[in-house]
């Protein structure tokens, strides 16, 4: 199956192959613990772990949608699944002052 037909069965619109990407761990996305905000909030800090842009609190707030109380619970649900520190928000705030 070609890349196109693959993306047109899937529904999607857009293609699923860009000039960057970013290796995901499947477990992430089979973990049930976990909702799709969830998930999308964690691939998106994954992504940024090499460096290459500093993760602020704000940043994170800028890229979504999302406002901050949906955010402080994605948190939440990663603290309580066990894929981020209890402190993330304060690190994260922190990040925001060089």
Same mark, same amino acid.
Request: aromatic fraction near 6%; proline fraction near 2%.
């Given at each position: 199956m070609g890349? &196109?037909? &693959?993306?047109?069965?899937?529904g999607i619109t857009e293609p699923l192959h860009r000039?960057?990407?970013a290796l995901v761990d499947?477990?992430?996305?089979?973990? &049930? &613990?976990?909702?799709?905000?969830a998930k999308g909030v964690l691939i998106y800090l994954s992504s940024k772990?090499?460096?290459e842009e500093k993760v602020t609190y704000d940043s994170l707030?800028?890229?979504?949608?999302?406002?901050?109380?949906t955010l402080l619970a994605?948190?939440?649900?990663?603290?309580?699944a066990g894929y981020a520190l209890?402190?993330?928000?304060m690190r994260l705030k922190k990040n925001n002052h060089p």
């Open positions: 890349k &196109r037909k &693959r993306e047109e069965s899937l000039k960057s990407f499947v477990g992430i996305l089979n973990d &049930r &613990r976990l909702s799709w905000r772990v090499d460096g707030l800028d890229a979504s949608s999302e406002g901050e109380e994605i948190f939440q649900e990663l603290i309580q209890p402190d993330i928000v």
